[in-house]
């Protein structure tokens, strides 16, 4: 009996969370009846609906904000004369004077506003799960609008985040790039959560965000947020550092036909016979998306092809037996392809509401680095399917996403297996085979979410929500657990939320939110986040916060179970703890099983428009992390002669040994110490004139404190990230013959980075991008980018004899500069250099 008292008393705690929200959703809505409703739709002198506008009441604390369709509702307004006040961050402001509100009724009031070319502000979703301007927003929020992704070349959204402040961004091919915020990144980082059009985007296998996988191409994006810091409150775990937001573009509000065609040169194009061919185009890529209305029915559908040849380089792993040389890597192919495909159907129902089914699919080839080395991507499929209903106060949704690793495998494993005498009568592909990747990660996600406004209560605005979620993944009986068990493995996992958002008086609000999860494998998790904001105009607001966020072990870190990851070697999971040994059965140390990792950060922030023409964000924060994760990391070498150790699992006892039951190297994860981060994040955006826009960023972090647990390796210390950082660009529009154009200047400072065998100092950088293109026709545009023009390193970085946490990269300090100068951006991948690129839209 004693055995059933912890899972009731979890289901209490579980049966309480959604108790507690009963209240929120049960306030009474006649409260809204004692007086009046204003409602209406805000657009642009096209009639196109601008999203973010501010309705604001005079005189009252009723205020809304308007939706992606423009629209605006604001109910429970006292009955009376008023004057209406509508502002979208970046125009010119219109008063309506004498509106008429009567009790239980409707006014209707639609306004037209002047929108400029460029604009400094705007509105966000992502910090509160609802449309906000961005002053308002409690959070670090950048917004990069379907406007400005529209005037960048290339395949992805991705190098519009170089711009992104708090966001560390490091390129590392011709399409591939990776971001983090806040500290401790990772060959392979997780820290951040991406989200597609409210969708979950990570890869189930690996807990990775889905990246370049995504299937929504360029140009069918409509926007892209990044939220800096703790987002678990209303995200869930994994948004222990940030939150990506993607939101595909509405048939309705984008209609027609757009095509893309870009191509470039990276001046290292691999010719057929591996060899160099200065000057080739390298890169093409054809977008095409086409999107309507038929009645009450949206429509839209989108392709991409993209292929490459990239940067490439060429890595050393560890010698194998007879041989004392270090093993070449072998294999490697450098062509690089992503196609993507999607579609939806939307139906519009009068009173606003919309249902909406999409989907879409990608397969990507490439090169990616890991914790070991690198892998290679062949064919890697991703796919995802949608079904959400939105209405003024509704949102649900249900989702599946599933990825497929193809016939990827491990570049170091089949360097280092091709070489051994065990696999000398193989063939390459059966050795591939042996160094493979297989994998198949399902996610089932379901969610539904209310709000409402509470006259009644203060005005309160009420977000609360739940979702469940399924992950089911097979490594096809090869480096997981199922290996063992013969049976998938499965992960459940149940959260629920709330946020109000309260008017204390007509320039303070007051933001409490909490959410409540319950996973599988661990002890329910509490996420509150609290916030006063303070805005002395309508323009600007003082807030300071608190935001507690957790983010759960991956099944990588719980579940790995890889005896012959490569000669020698074999990499485990830590959901049941480890024990280490030495040669004479003795305990020399015991890793306790990976629990959630915790981040506790306290942020003061300031966002403002001064007149008109400067566009303020900056924010100091402090955060506390306790049991932050390890990356991959050796636990216990038998082969270490008098200092052998071994390792085996705590709960079974069974020692970690491959399948002939010969030792290995053990690696593992496990939770590290307490660190302490403090650090500020400084953005503007400044109005030369209506054309030209001056933007800004910096950051700059410190590691306060830490303090490791007895044992903990030299990971346990390291920041992986740049203490400094800035950025500063130029934007111009609609100048003398339709010209536009544009540079970004980006550095960073250097810093040490040591994660799984990666170990070494990446370079300072310094470099300049711009772009200039020319509108032809009213539906035609030429760009032309140049990225990495010219370029600044600290340093050079040399790799070790052969790649091996032990063995640090050679730095050699020294400022060089030149136009075109290669530099890397993350240690073992390729430097890159100076990349041209040309593309031709066209809207229709």
């Given at each position: 009996?004693?055995?059933?008292?912890?899972?009731?008393?979890?289901?209490g705690?579980?049966?309480?969370?959604?108790?507690?929200?009963?209240p929120?959703l049960?306030?009474?809505?006649?409260a809204a009846?004692?007086?009046?409703t204003?409602?209406?739709?805000?657009?642009?002198?096209?009639k196109?609906?601008?999203?973010?506008?501010q309705?604001?009441?005079?005189?009252?604390?009723?205020?809304?904000?308007?939706?992606?369709?423009?629209?605006?509702?604001?109910?429970?307004?006292?009955?009376?004369?008023?004057?209406?006040?509508?502002?979208?961050?970046?125009?010119?402001?219109?008063?309506?004077?004498?509106?008429?509100?009567t009790?239980?009724?409707?006014a209707?009031?639609?306004?037209?506003?002047?929108?400029t070319?460029?604009q400094l502000g705007?509105?966000?979703v992502?910090?509160?799960?609802?449309?906000?301007?961005?002053t308002?927003?409690?959070?670090?929020?950048t917004?990069?609008?379907?406007?400005q992704?529209?005037?960048?070349?290339g395949?992805?959204?991705?190098?519009?985040?170089?711009?992104?402040?708090?966001?560390?961004?490091?390129?590392?091919?011709?399409?591939?790039?990776?971001?983090?915020?806040?500290?401790?990144?990772?060959?392979?980082?997780?820290?951040?959560?991406?989200?597609?059009?409210?969708?979950?985007?990570?890869?189930?296998?690996?807990?990775?965000?889905?990246g370049?996988?995504?299937?929504?191409?360029?140009?069918d994006?409509a926007?892209?947020e990044v939220?800096v810091?703790?987002?678990?409150?209303?995200?869930?775990?994994?948004?222990?550092?940030g939150?990506?937001t993607?939101?595909?573009k509405?048939p309705?509000?984008y209609?027609?036909?757009?095509?893309?065609?870009?191509a470039?040169?990276?001046?290292s194009?691999?010719a057929?016979?591996?060899?160099?061919?200065?000057?080739?185009v390298?890169?093409?890529d054809?977008?095409?998306r086409?999107?309507?209305?038929k009645?009450?029915?949206?429509?839209?559908?989108?392709?991409?092809v993209?292929q490459?040849y990239?940067?490439r380089?060429?890595?050393?792993?560890a010698?194998?037996?007879?041989?004392?040389?270090?093993?070449?890597?072998?294999?490697?192919?450098?062509?690089?392809?992503?196609?993507?495909?999607?579609?939806?159907l939307v139906y519009?129902f009068d009173n606003?509401?919309?249902?909406?089914?999409?989907g879409?699919?990608s397969?990507?080839n490439?090169?990616?680095?890991?914790?070991?080395?690198?892998?290679?991507l062949?064919?890697w499929?991703?796919w995802n399917?949608q079904?959400?209903f939105t209405?003024d106060h509704?949102?649900?949704?249900?989702y599946?996403?599933?990825?497929l690793?193809?016939?990827?495998?491990?570049?170091n494993?089949?360097?280092?297996?091709?070489?051994?005498p065990?696999?000398?009568?193989?063939s390459?592909d059966?050795?591939k085979?042996?160094?493979?990747?297989?994998a198949?990660?399902?996610?089932?996600?379901?969610?539904?979410?209310?709000n409402?406004?509470?006259?009644?209560?203060?005005?309160?605005?009420v977000?609360a929500?739940?979702?469940?979620?399924?992950?089911?993944?097979s490594?096809k009986?090869?480096?997981?657990e199922?290996?063992?068990?013969?049976?998938?493995?499965?992960?459940?996992q149940m959260?629920?939320?709330?946020?109000t958002?309260?008017?204390?008086?007509?320039?303070t609000?007051?933001?409490?939110?909490?959410?409540?999860?319950?996973p599988?494998?661990y002890?329910?998790?509490?996420?509150?986040k609290?916030a006063?904001?303070?805005?002395?105009d309508?323009?600007?607001?003082?807030?300071?916060?608190?935001?507690?966020?957790?983010k759960?072990?991956?099944?990588l870190?719980?579940s790995?179970?890889?005896?012959d990851?490569s000669?020698?070697?074999?990499?485990?999971?830590?959901?049941d703890?480890?024990t280490?040994r030495?040669?004479t059965g003795?305990?020399?140390?015991?890793l306790?099983?990976?629990?959630?990792?915790v981040?506790?950060?306290?942020?003061?922030?300031?966002?403002?428009?001064?007149d008109?023409?400067?566009f303020?964000?900056?924010a100091g924060?402090?955060?506390r992390?306790?049991?932050f994760?390890?990356?991959?990391?050796?636990?216990a070498?038998?082969?270490?002669?008098?200092?052998?150790?071994?390792?085996?699992?705590t709960?079974?006892?069974?020692?970690?040994?491959?399948?002939?039951g010969?030792?290995q190297?053990?690696l593992?994860?496990f939770?590290l110490g307490?660190?302490?981060?403090?650090?500020?994040?400084?953005?503007?955006?400044?109005?030369?004139?209506?054309?030209?826009?001056?933007?800004?960023t910096?950051s700059?972090?410190?590691?306060?404190?830490?303090?490791?647990?007895?044992?903990?390796?030299?990971?346990?210390?390291?920041?992986?990230?740049?203490?400094?950082?800035?950025?500063?660009?130029l934007?111009?529009?609609d100048?003398?013959w339709?010209?536009?154009?544009g540079?970004?200047?980006?550095?960073?400072k250097?810093?040490q980075?040591l994660?799984?065998?990666?170990?070494?100092?990446?370079?300072?950088?310094?470099?300049?991008d711009?772009?200039?293109?020319?509108?032809?026709?009213?539906?035609?545009?030429?760009n032309?980018?140049?990225?990495?023009t010219?370029?600044?390193t600290?340093?050079t970085?040399?790799?070790?004899?052969?790649?091996?946490?032990?063995?640090?990269?050679a730095?050699?300090?020294?400022?060089?500069c030149?136009?075109?100068?290669r530099?890397?951006?993350?240690l073992?991948?390729?430097a890159?250099?100076?990349?041209?690129?040309?593309?031709?839209?066209v809207d229709?």
């Open positions: 009996m004693s055995h059933c008292v912890p899972r009731l008393a979890r289901l705690r579980r049966a309480f969370a959604l108790l507690a929200l009963v929120l049960a306030l009474p809505r006649v009846a004692q007086g009046g204003l409602a209406g739709t805000v657009t642009d002198s096209a196109v609906p601008l999203p973010g506008a309705v604001t009441v005079v005189g009252t604390r009723f205020a809304g904000t308007s939706g992606v369709d423009g629209r605006y509702r604001i109910v429970g307004i006292p009955a009376g004369s008023y004057t209406v006040r509508v502002q979208r961050l970046g125009t010119a402001a219109r008063n309506v004077p004498n509106v008429t509100i009790a239980g009724g409707e209707r009031l639609d306004v037209t506003l002047s929108v070319a460029l705007g509105y966000v992502s910090a509160s799960r609802r449309i906000e301007k961005i308002d927003a409690p959070a670090t929020v917004r990069i609008d379907a406007e992704i529209k005037y960048s070349v395949n992805s959204f991705v190098a519009a985040l170089k711009e992104v402040k708090g966001v560390d961004f490091f390129q590392t091919g011709i399409a591939a790039a990776g971001i983090n915020a806040r500290g401790f990144n990772s060959a392979f980082n997780n820290r951040m959560l991406q989200m597609e059009d409210g969708r979950i985007a990570v890869l189930p296998e690996n807990g990775l965000p889905v370049v996988f995504t299937t929504i191409p360029k140009i994006i926007g892209v939220l810091g703790p987002g678990a409150a209303l995200y869930g775990p994994d948004a222990s550092n939150v990506v993607l939101q595909s509405d309705r509000q209609r027609g036909l757009t095509m893309e065609l870009s470039g040169t990276n001046n194009r691999l057929r016979f591996m060899e160099d061919s200065p000057g080739a390298s890169m093409t054809f977008q095409i086409y999107a309507g209305v009645g009450k029915l949206g429509y839209k559908v989108t392709g991409e993209l490459g990239d940067w380089n060429t890595n050393n792993y010698a194998v037996a007879p041989r004392t040389i270090p093993s070449p890597e072998l294999g490697a192919d450098w062509f690089t392809s992503y196609r993507r495909a999607g579609g939806a519009y606003g509401a919309r249902l909406e089914y999409q879409g699919a397969v990507s490439g090169v990616g680095v890991t914790s070991a080395g690198r892998n290679q062949r064919d499929g991703y399917q079904l959400r209405s509704w949102f649900a949704q249900a599946a996403t599933r990825s690793s193809g016939q990827t495998f491990a570049l494993g089949f360097s280092t297996n091709r070489l051994s065990r696999f000398a009568a193989l390459d059966s050795v085979k042996l160094s493979g990747f297989p198949d990660g399902r996610l089932y996600a379901a969610e539904v979410q209310y409402r406004t509470l006259p009644g209560l203060f005005n309160t605005r977000i929500g739940g979702q469940l979620r399924r992950d089911v993944v490594s009986r090869v480096w997981l199922d290996a063992i068990t013969g049976d998938d493995l499965s992960l459940q959260g629920v939320y709330a946020q958002e309260t008017p204390l008086n007509g320039t609000k007051l933001v409490l939110g909490a959410r409540y999860d319950n599988e494998f002890d329910p998790q509490l996420s509150p609290a006063i904001l303070v805005s002395p309508e323009n600007s607001t003082f807030r300071l916060t608190f935001n507690r966020a957790f759960s072990p991956t099944i870190q719980t790995f179970y890889f005896r990851f000669p020698g070697v074999g990499v485990f999971g830590n959901r703890g480890i280490v030495n040669a003795a305990v020399v140390r015991t306790d099983p990976v629990v959630p990792e981040n506790n950060t306290f942020e003061l922030g300031y966002k403002g428009v001064v008109d023409k400067l303020l964000d900056i924060y402090v955060a992390y306790e049991s994760l390890s990356p991959l990391v050796v636990v070498n038998p082969f270490g002669g008098a200092a052998a150790t071994f390792a085996s699992n709960r079974t006892g069974t020692k970690y040994t491959n399948a002939a010969a030792d190297i053990a593992t994860y939770n307490k660190a302490t981060l403090s650090g500020i994040d400084a953005g503007l955006r400044y109005l030369v004139s209506p054309r030209v826009t001056f933007s800004g910096m700059m972090m410190r590691l306060d404190s830490i303090i490791p647990k007895p044992g903990d390796p030299p990971e346990a210390t390291a920041l992986n990230s740049p203490t400094f950082k800035a950025t500063a660009g934007d111009m529009r100048g003398p339709g010209t536009f154009g540079f970004t200047f980006r550095h960073f250097d810093y980075f994660s799984g065998v990666h170990n070494g100092r990446i370079p300072g950088f310094a470099g300049l711009f772009n200039i293109g020319r509108r032809i026709s009213s539906t035609t545009v030429l032309v980018q140049f990225q990495n010219f370029v600044c600290s340093g970085t040399t790799p070790p004899v052969f790649l091996n946490a032990a063995l640090p990269a730095h050699a300090k020294g400022w060089g030149g136009f075109g100068r530099h890397i951006e993350l073992n991948m390729p890159i250099g100076s990349m041209v690129f040309v593309g031709l839209r229709r």
